[in-house]
C-alpha cells in the first residue's frame, strides 16, 4: 500500500533534524608562523641598551578603549600614550565626561590624535559603524582595549530578568560586539591587532561578602569569550587576552555604605588593601606592546593576592 506523502508540518518538523544531521562541522584554521604570525623583528643593531628597553615596550598604531572616559580606562589610556600610541579613540555613553578626558589627555599629548566616540556598546550596528569611523579618523584600528562595564550587587533570589540581561549585555555581549568589529578592521589591514578584555577576580571565584551572580557569571564568561577567540583569530596575528583586577580604589567602591565592605576586602587581602587604578597600567601596557607578542589566550591576575584565600 502506498504510504501518503508527509504533510507541510511534519516536513517543518524532520528539516532542522536532516540540517543538523548533514551538516559539515566548520573547522578552526592556524597560522603558520609566518608573517603576521612570524616572531617580531629583532631590535635594530647600534642602538643603545636603554633604547632596546624602550623599544621592548613601545606600543604601536592606534587603540579604541571603551569605558575610556572612566577612572581604569583613562589611566589605561595615559599610560599607552607615554609608551608611543599613535591615536585613541575613547567610546563612552558619557559624551561629556568623556570629551573631559580627552581634553586632559590632548593637553599632556598635543602632538597626538585623541577624540571620542558616544558609542552603546550593546549595539552592534553602532558598534560597527563606531569602528569604521574610528579607522577613517585615526588610519587604522591596531588595539582594542574593553573598559565598559557595570556592577550589580542584587541577591539572586531578588533579581529581575531585566537586571541579568543588562549585565550580560553590558558587560560580555557588548565585549564581544566590540571585539568582532575591530577584529574585522584588523584582518583587512593585514598588520594584526591586539584585543584586551577587562574582566575581573570576579571571573574566577565568588565574591564576598557581597552577592553580585549576574556580574560574576559575565565577567566568568568574557573570560572563556577571551580564550575562543585567541585560537580563532591567531592566524590573522590578532592577540586576545584579558586582565582581572582585584578590587581597585576607584568611584565604583567609593562611599560610605560599602565602608564595611572596603574593610573586608582589604582583610582578606595578602597585602592588606585595595588596588590603585595605575597599578593596573603595566598588564595593559605588556599586552598592548611589543613585549606582549607571544602572549594570547593569557588572563593577567592584578589583585594583590586577592583570588588565593
Known sequence: ????????????????????????????????GLGVTGPPLSPSQGITSRERAQSRFSVKGNAIITGGAGTLGFEAGQALLEHGLAG???????P????????????EFPATKIKALEVDITDGEAVARAVQQTAEI???????????GVVGCTPALDMTAAQWRRTLDINTTGGFLCAQAAAKQMIPQETGGSIVF?????????????????????????????????????????RVNSISPGYMDTILNEGDGIAEGRA???ERNPMGRMGVPSELTGAVVLLSSSAGTYMNGTDVVVDGGQILL
Open 1 to 32: 500500500m502506498a504510504h501518503p506523502p508527509p504533510s507541510a508540518a511534519a516536513a517543518e518538523t524532520e528539516t532542522p533534524r536532516d540540517a543538523l544531521t548533514s551538516r559539515i562541522l566548520p573547522q578552526m584554521t592556524f597560522g603558520k
Open 88 to 94: 585613541l579613540m575613547i567610546f563612552d555613553v558619557n
Open 96 to 107: 561629556a565626561q568623556a570629551q573631559a578626558k580627552v581634553d586632559l589627555l590632548q593637553a
Open 138 to 148: 585615526l588610519g587604522s584600528v591596531d588595539i582594542l582595549l574593553c573598559f565598559a
Open 198 to 238: 577587562v574582566a575581573s577576580i570576579s571571573g574566577h571565584r565568588v565574591n564576598f561578602p557581597q552577592p553580585q551572580v549576574a556580574y560574576n557569571v559575565s565577567k566568568a564568561a568574557l573570560i572563556s569569550l577571551k580564550n575562543c577567540l585567541a585560537a580563532e583569530w591567531a592566524r590573522y596575528g590578532i
Open 264 to 266: 573586608i576586602w582589604a
